[in-house]
C-alpha cells in the first residue's frame, strides 16, 4: 500500500573468514549456488553446492573447500 515502507537488513561485511565452513556457505549462498543455512557443518547440502560451485568455476569438483575453490570465492566475493 501507499505510504508503507520495507525495510531490509543487510549485515554487509558480516561474513566468516572464507577459511572456516560457514564463511564458505555464506559466499556460496550469497552468489546462489547454496540455499541451507549458515551452519558451519559441511554437510550434503553444503558439499552439494559446492560441486555445483567448483564446476561452474571448472574447478576440480570435489566437494571440499580446498585452496583453489577458497580462491575463487574470494575472487568471485571478496574477502
Known sequence: QEGEEEVYQLNLGNL????EIAGVQGRLKNLGQYVGDMTGVLDDGTRNALKAYQSSRKLEVTGRPDQATKDALVEDYGS
Open 16 to 19: 566468516d573468514p572464507v577459511d
